[in-house]
């Protein structure tokens, strides 16, 4: 890689992690977690793709994130990873329930928080996470929840990503993509 090019990319993410571009990006974080995505735009980076054509791969090597790969675990839900530069690490991982959900579905899907140590448990989180929306259990293959992944430390950028479930091509007699 040129050196013009290194030099660009450690600049453009010592801009991000700036206190003005920290408190812009908690505020879209916040907004974005109080469902105003619904009515309004976002700014967002989108990665598109079929299911299993690498999408979870490219969120990986932007964030430093190791984003399960194993075909059982391909992206069923949305999954939004918050970085943020800390002097401390940490790993937390919660539930944020479909605003369509019913009270006693958000109570109990909100309660879903763990920490984590190590990004080796992450599979299996998901996994849990999986079972708590009712994914592959309750007739569901998708769910509308969000898993949020939020990750400090000194080396991480200010950055949050959202991984969501690919294309998914289908035909019948009346359509065909």
Do not use: W
């Not at 309004?40 to 979870?56: A, W, Y």
């Not at 002097?87 to 944020?96: E, G, K, M, Y």
């Amino acid at each position: 890689m040129s050196e013009a090019i290194k030099s660009l990319t450690a600049q453009g993410l010592e801009q991000l992690c700036s206190k003005e571009q920290l408190h812009l990006l908690d505020a879209v974080d916040s907004l974005r977690s109080q469902g105003i995505s619904r009515y309004i735009s976002l700014p967002q980076i989108i990665v598109c793709g079929d299911q299993s054509s690498g999408k979870s791969s490219v969120l990986e090597s932007i964030s430093g994130v190791p984003f399960p790969s194993k075909s059982s675990l391909c992206t069923r839900f949305p999954t939004e990873l918050i970085l943020r530069k800390t002097a401390f690490s940490s790993i937390n991982v919660s539930i944020v329930p479909h605003h369509s959900r019913n009270d006693a579905d958000k109570a109990s899907l909100s309660n879903f928080r763990e920490k984590l140590l190590d990004f080796k448990d992450l599979p299996a989180l998901i996994e849990s996470a999986k079972l708590a929306m009712g994914v592959m259990t309750m007739g569901k293959a998708f769910s509308e929840d969000i898993l949020r992944i939020e990750v400090s430390g000194p080396r991480r950028p200010h950055l949050t990503i959202v991984d969501l479930p690919g294309l998914i091509h289908s035909s019948n007699k009346h359509h065909a993509t």
